[in-house]
Each structure stands twice: as C-alpha cells, then as structure tokens.
C-alpha cells in the first residue's frame, strides 16, 4: 500500500481521536464471549442458509469484539460497520442478550459509516 495517503481521510482522523480503534481477536476464555460467537455462528448460518463450518471466522470474532468492549471496558456504546446484512443483524439480535440495551449496540453498513463520518468532520483548516 506504499504511496496510498490516508492522512485528513474521516476514518484515520477518527483513529487519532481515539473513538475508532482497531483491536486484538477477543478472549475465547470468557464464556460470553466464547457463547456469543457459536450463537453468532448458528445466527448468521441460518438467516443466510449455509452451514455453520462455512461461516467466517472473523465474522463471529467482530461479535465477539463487541461483546468484550461493552463488557470489559467504559464505553457505553459499540458501532459495527459492515455491508454484511447477517453479520449486523446478529450483533443488534444477540448482544442485547447479554445485558446491554439495544441502544448500546449499532450497526451501519459502509456507505452509513462515511456518512456518519463526512456529516461530523471538519477539516482543521479549510
């Protein structure tokens, strides 16, 4: 990706100012966790009729993420971004099972991210 620039792109101000993060694959060691993603597996196998060994990993592990965040650390609320319709739906359906408000947990697909992102972002000097 040498000579790509991200820098004054909404998504890398969003980085800087710390609300948007990349992070680590969650703790399969804590049983929520470890639950919310064999039940996001069998979610999104079934609304997408396929079978659950073809289910992609990284799929459960963003629920998964999103359950450990709310859990573990002070926010009070979680955005999903992803075009994946089965992957949204299971993490607005299944982490409000584990004592969160439907409130704390959102998805947007892509195109609502940015604009999302383009409606709060401001260049600093333009």
Not at 83 to 88: A, T
Request: charged share 30%.
């Amino acid at each position: 990706m040498e000579g790509y620039d991200t820098s004054g792109h909404a998504v890398d101000e969003a980085l800087q100012e710390g609300w948007m993060r990349v992070t680590e694959s969650p703790s399969y060691t804590e049983s929520d966790i470890s639950n919310v993603m064999d039940q996001a597996r069998r979610f999104i196998a079934t609304t997408s009729d396929r079978s659950e060994d073809v289910v992609e990993k990284a799929d459960t592990e963003i629920i998964g993420t999103a359950l450990e965040t709310l859990i573990g650390e002070s926010v009070e609320k979680v955005v999903i971004a992803t075009n994946d319709i089965p992957l949204g739906e299971a993490a607005e359906s299944l982490i409000p099972q584990y004592g969160f408000d439907e409130n704390q947990v959102t998805w947007l697909t892509g195109g609502d991210l940015v604009a999302e992102l383009d409606e709060d972002y401001v260049p600093e000097f333009e």
